[in-house]
């Protein structure tokens, strides 16, 4: 059972959260219905729109909970860096993981922000949806979302003014691919003082060599899959990845778990080859150098049942940096997508019924705030049965 001293300690660590956030708002109405508005989507809600987020508040319209997302003056940028903040405060760890990845939003017409039908790993198939690119935070003490950026298509939206200007996207925006929108976060966690040790990521970002350099200037350790045709060198020829699994002897391979699944343990076997790789894709260029005593990796997985299921990861980390450590940097990529159900099931990340561009920023913003409540209230507060459900939290 529950009891009403944590029910009370979880109600303080709303109330200080309120606080940290209220410098973000010109005036305190706007402020408290935020505060409103996140208890609301920690609550036992069916719905987390905004009729239902007002009548949760005990408001008989949705206009303030409207208004907050669409009139009212304050900046999502600046609750977000309370995010970063807070997680870092009280979630942070130096061993701590960086995952990058997108997640869909399905949505019926055309004139919310960013829609399209384009693909989307929600569904697994092409679909009217928007995309918002995320940057995870995984540590031993929690996973939770710190960052955010809405993807905006090039052809359909960013060269199309009336569409630009009836979803209020800003002038300044205009087409940045998937990974760019990545390293913008990066950038922003670095700034932030966020203390971690990997970055990851799939084969979107990880075969983008704007992101990898990017990373590489900065020193910083990645491991980010890579596609099977993805081409590096071995020996001073180039080849594709999936080409050099039968030169890999028997025993280089080493069964190691990445991590617990929903499944259990997630044991493959791992083995390593020292790479060199380009970052231009232009005929001559010359291979890339890693950072100062760092060195490029092809790290390849394979199925325990089924040798010929491979996955293929690039590397960049420190000269002799061990094997188990980049295969728990590879693990926790998939800690995102628990971040994704999270929010989505417990915080209403994906029920919310906007169309413009800065109300789609302060909805998600408020989501990643609740979820972040909800990680930082697991690890310091925990239930006799290890779980804090979202009725067990306001």
């Not at 300690?9 to 708002?25: K, N, V």
């Not at 008989?60 to 997302?69: C, H, K, N």
């Not at 302060?362 to 909800?374: E, F, N, S």
Request: proline share 4%.
């Amino acid at each position: 059972m529950v009891t009403s001293d944590q029910v009370e300690l979880w109600g303080a660590e709303l109330a200080g959260l309120g606080t940290r956030i209220a410098g973000c708002f010109e005036r305190s109405e706007p402020r408290a219905t935020a505060v409103a508005y996140v208890r609301g989507l920690l609550a036992d809600v069916p719905r987390k729109n905004g009729w239902q987020l007002a009548e949760q508040a005990g408001a008989a319209t949705p206009w303030s909970t409207q208004r907050l997302l669409g009139a009212a003056r304050w900046d999502a940028d600046e609750v977000r860096d309370v995010v970063v903040s807070y997680v870092v405060e009280r979630l942070g760890e130096h061993e701590a993981v960086l995952v990058l990845d997108e997640t869909g939003f399905l949505k019926k017409g055309s004139r919310s922000a960013g829609v399209q039908r384009q693909y989307t790993g929600t569904a697994g198939r092409i679909e009217n949806c928007q995309v918002g690119v995320f940057l995870g935070y995984a540590s031993s003490r929690g996973r939770v979302l710190i960052d955010r950026e809405l993807y905006l298509p090039d052809e359909s939206w960013v060269r199309d003014a009336g569409r630009r200007k009836d979803a209020a996207v800003p002038e300044e925006v205009g087409f940045a691919s998937k990974p760019e929108l990545g390293r913008r976060m990066l950038a922003r966690a670095l700034a932030a003082g966020a203390p971690f040790a990997w970055v990851v990521a799939d084969a979107v970002y990880g075969q983008h060599p704007g992101l990898r350099e990017w990373c590489e200037a900065k020193s910083l350790r990645y491991a980010m899959a890579v596609p099977s045709h993805f081409k590096v060198t071995v020996g001073g020829r180039s080849a594709q990845v999936r080409t050099l699994l039968p030169r890999i002897p028997q025993e280089a391979w080493e069964r190691r778990s990445c991590g617990q699944g929903s499944k259990g343990m997630r044991r493959y076997e791992w083995a390593t080859v020292e790479v060199g790789v380009r970052h231009s894709a232009r005929r001559g260029a010359a291979l890339a150098a890693p950072a100062a005593g760092f060195e490029h990796l092809l790290l390849v997985r394979r199925s325990i049942a089924d040798p010929a299921e491979t996955a293929f990861f690039l590397v960049h980390a420190p000269g002799r940096t061990v094997l188990a450590e980049v295969v728990a940097a590879v693990g926790a990529r998939w800690s995102v997508e628990e971040c994704f159900e999270t929010a989505k099931n417990e915080c209403g990340l994906d029920q919310y019924e906007v169309r413009k561009w800065p109300a789609w920023y302060r909805h998600i913003t408020l989501a990643m705030l609740a979820a972040a409540l909800l990680a930082v209230i697991r690890a310091d507060h925990p239930s006799p049965k290890g779980a804090v459900t979202r009725d067990e939290s306001v």
